[in-house]
């Protein structure tokens, strides 16, 4: 596993933003295996939703980019750039995620043309899917 600091070596995210905390394994251009523990300090909580606090879809989505990410920019050709949303389709959500689950985030990339790509990623908690999806992603 590779902590946080490991992870700042690879990806350009951080704080408050940086959506992972450890990484399991991966594979430079083809695929990562990520976690996010999901904390009730964590600052979206706040306000989404106060008395029930559930992560937003829209940053599970986000810490699957950032495993995304992992894979991409721990290429040698890719070291030093960033990866950014070209698009998001087929994203489904499954379960909540709320304060105490353990984020799996898996991405697998199927498709590359150039600094254009496709992951198909997956989040799941306790093997229970919580999203999946694909990502489209460019590298500048």
Known sequence: MLDSNEIK???PQREPFLMI???EEYVPGESAICYKNVDINEWYFKGHF?????MPGVLITESLAQAGAVAILS???SKG???LFGGIDKMRFKRQVVP????RLEVK???RKGPIGIGEAIATVNGEVAAKG???FAVV
């Open 9 to 11: 070596k690879i990806i």
């Open 21 to 23: 905390d450890e990484i």
């Open 50 to 54: 106060p008395g029930n606090p559930i």
């Open 75 to 77: 290429e040698e050709k």
């Open 81 to 83: 750039k960033n990866a």
């Open 100 to 103: 105490g689950d353990r984020l």
């Open 109 to 111: 990339i199927i498709k």
């Open 134 to 136: 694909e990502l489209t």
